[in-house]
């Protein structure tokens, strides 16, 4: 299953609302998840089953989406919200990734 | 709190073998499938290998099946990646993780492996 993601990187301003969307070759139900990665770091877990929050997430981190389109909204960008994201299908292996999202400061 | 410590990542020559191992602890970890993904340098994230809790099932990314193999100790709350016939393309940060249902939930700091003559 292949997974593409929009746009492949943004500029944005602390404070504004943004979308990334993630789409997937076929169908994967909700079997979606999204990371979060910094420089430097292993990624972290935001968001599994397209729209359910890990644990300490903030809550301006939402998911929505099912079959083949999801998006990861950020309600509000904060300072530490700069970081590559990433969506992952988990509904059959080989699991994959989407090439990411890098979330720049404008 | 959770912690996966990867271990064994070095320089290799094209066509050398190297063992990866990770510690685990803070966790259940024998009630957890254990992954393997890597990220070459500047790239993104790929999924090497899983190895299920329970009956073990384990399964590979084509670019490495025959060559890698998975594995894991409970008693010792341990996993390990033998890694054969390495090739420059798998030259990547390893990093272990702990999740389940393709969900990947904790991850180790990655270990770096450098294939290059």
């Known amino acids: 299953i292949q997974m593409t993601q929009s746009p492949s990187s943004l500029s944005a301003s602390v404070g504004d609302r943004v979308t990334i969307t993630c789409r997937a070759s076929?169908?994967?139900?909700?079997?979606l998840n999204w990371y979060q990665q910094k420089p430097g770091t292993a990624p972290k877990l935001l968001i599994f089953a397209a729209s359910s929050s890990q644990s300490g997430v903030p809550s301006r981190f939402s998911g929505s989406g099912s079959g083949t389109e999801f998006t990861l909204t950020i309600s509000s960008l904060q300072p530490e919200d700069f970081a590559i994201y990433y969506c992952?299908?988990?509904?059959?292996?080989?699991?994959?990734f989407g090439p990411g999202t890098k979330v720049e400061i404008k | 709190q959770v912690q996966l410590v990867e271990s064994g990542g070095n320089l290799v020559k094209p066509g050398g073998s190297l063992r990866l191992s990770c510690g685990a602890s803070g966790f259940s970890f024998s009630h957890y499938h254990m992954n393997w993904i890597r990220q070459a340098p500047g790239k993104g994230l790929e999924w090497v290998s899983y190895?299920?809790?329970?009956?073990?099932?384990?399964d590979y990314a084509d670019s490495v099946k025959g060559r890698f193999t998975i594995s894991r100790d409970n008693p010792k709350n341990s996993l390990y990646l033998q890694m054969n016939s390495l090739r420059a393309e798998d030259t990547a940060v390893y990093y272990c993780?702990?999740?389940?249902?393709?969900?990947?939930?904790?991850w180790g700091q990655g270990t770096l492996v450098t294939v290059s003559s």
């Open positions: 190895l299920t809790s329970g009956t073990p099932t384990v």
């Open positions: 992952q299908q988990s509904d059959r292996t080989p699991f994959t």
């Open positions: 993780v702990a999740g389940g249902s393709g969900r990947f939930t904790f």
């Open positions: 076929q169908s994967i139900s909700m079997f």
